[in-house]
């Protein structure tokens, strides 16, 4: 009776460590996952500007471009690759409050969406003008409070395609118009490599487009899989977003992971030197992805 009485008391009180454990688990990702809503979009809370007099300037100082920087979150780059009269485009969805939302890309995986509270439609920002081997990506996926993102290398700038490895099960491959998925976020940024010419950015993009495409998808490339697979050779045996952006360019003798370690993320990649921001939208110009 006595042994009885002690077997029902130690599962009691494995029992109560297993619910403590599970609740204790629970709170800690809800309070993550609110910690994580407050990086879900930048919005200026600084005076927006009248642009006028800047779009009827005829050469810019560099005064002018930060100012357009701040405003409309268009770098040097994107500034000059766009219409003067669309900038107060630019600038209404940089200010853009809007209302957040979640789509799930997976079960367990939220993506931060943008949406009107008047109409209750889908916001859609405006895109520079985009060129191949650009990169785009966004915070806006995130996991139990970890915002690990999401990146993907535009292949056909006029088309807006991109190069991606987008989630398991899902094969690495071109999806035409993919750059509509980012500027449905509630944030993303353009990168474009310095120092390169439009035929080098462009031949990186080729060559990744045909030999990166049908790769199966693993999350733990630099967890328990080396990053780097390709020593005698150019492709992978698998991949994932921020991986296979990094593949692109380290097929072409670029590293684009500032950090150097294990595994490669859309924030290393954000914060390499190699590349210069085109366009940002929902992040602070002075702090980035930081």
Not at 58 to 67: Q, S
Not at 283 to 289: A, I, S, T
């Amino acid at each position: 009776m006595r042994s009885l009485r002690r077997s029902v008391f130690l599962l009691f009180l494995i029992g109560t460590v297993f619910c403590l454990t599970v609740a204790s688990a629970g709170i800690f990702f809800l309070v993550a996952d609110a910690v994580c809503e407050t990086a879900a979009r930048f919005v200026p809370s600084y005076e927006k500007a009248d642009l006028g007099p800047l779009i009827e300037k005829e050469v810019w100082t560099e005064e002018d471009y930060d100012l357009i920087y701040r405003q409309t979150g268009l770098a040097r780059a994107g500034a000059d690759s766009v219409p003067r009269s669309d900038l107060k485009k630019f600038q209404d969805a940089f200010f853009f409050e809007g209302e957040i939302y979640h789509e799930m890309t997976t079960p367990i995986t939220p993506h931060d969406k943008l949406r009107d509270p008047a109409t209750k439609r889908d916001v859609t920002a405006p895109v520079v003008p985009l060129e191949e081997g650009d990169i785009i990506l966004t915070s806006t996926t995130h996991l139990f409070g970890w915002r690990h993102g999401h990146a993907g290398l535009v292949v056909n700038g006029t088309l807006g395609s991109t190069l991606e490895s987008f989630s398991i099960g899902v094969d690495s491959g071109t999806k035409t118009g993919g750059v509509r998925w980012f500027a449905r976020s509630t944030n993303f940024m353009v990168l474009r490599l310095k120092g390169a010419t439009a035929e080098e950015r462009k031949k990186i993009a080729d060559d990744a487009a045909r030999e990166l495409k049908g790769l199966s998808y693993n999350v733990f490339l630099g967890f328990f899989l080396p990053k780097d697979q390709c020593e005698n050779g150019r492709t992978p045996t698998a991949t994932h977003c921020s991986h296979l952006v990094w593949q692109a360019y380290k097929n072409a003798g670029y590293d684009i992971d500032p950090t150097g370690g294990p595994l490669v993320t859309p924030d290393d990649i954000a914060n390499c030197p190699l590349f210069e921001v085109v366009q940002i939208y929902g992040f602070d110009p002075d702090k980035l992805w930081k």
